[in-house]
């Protein structure tokens, strides 16, 4: 009973801790809400999302341009916005490129970037390389179809302390 209430305790301030957080697992399922070719595929997406946190908003209008739509979204809590810098999930549709739609996940919670480093432990991810560029370094992997770039920044790089992005492109 009484390990039964610590780990209780455990996922809640974890939840509680992390609730702004996108969990690995979380991110993967909102890419495959995204990449559905059906119309409405964004609409589930963000319903989606909300199941994860409703604190993860809109942040603009969705752009459009030459058949391609961006959705970015920003996470917000008692009506005051995160830094968008700190907490940012975009999601990207270009029909005029082999794999047209991306997902790119900004944060710089380390913990965080530790559990996707896990996960693709997990998942046995293969590596395909890693560089430096944009002034941090990006590391690029592939799980079954999906391509998978994680970045790190250093601190003072985009503004804040440290700052880490995840991108995930399936294959076409």
């Not at 794999?99 to 530790?114: G, Q, R």
């Amino acid at each position: 009973m009484r390990k039964l209430l610590i780990c209780t305790l455990l996922l809640i301030s974890s939840s509680v801790t992390y609730a702004q957080q996108i969990p690995p697992n979380e991110l993967f399922q909102i890419l495959r809400f995204w990449r559905m070719e059906a119309p409405g595929s964004a609409k589930q997406t963000y319903e989606y999302l909300q199941t994860v946190d409703k604190s993860w908003q809109p942040r603009l209008d969705p752009q459009r341009d030459n058949g391609g739509l961006v959705l970015l979204f920003g996470y917000a809590k008692d009506k005051v916005w995160y830094k968008d810098e700190q907490h940012r999930l975009m999601l990207i549709y270009d029909p005029n490129v082999a794999a047209p739609k991306v997902l790119i996940y900004t944060f710089t919670d380390l913990e965080s970037w530790k559990r996707y480093n896990q996960q693709l432990q997990l998942m046995e991810a293969r590596l395909i390389k890693t560089l430096q560029a944009d002034g941090g370094t990006q590391t690029h992997y592939k799980v079954s179809d999906i391509y998978i770039t994680m970045e790190e920044f250093p601190p003072g790089m985009n503004g804040v302390e440290r700052q880490y992005r995840i991108g995930l492109m399936p294959e076409k």
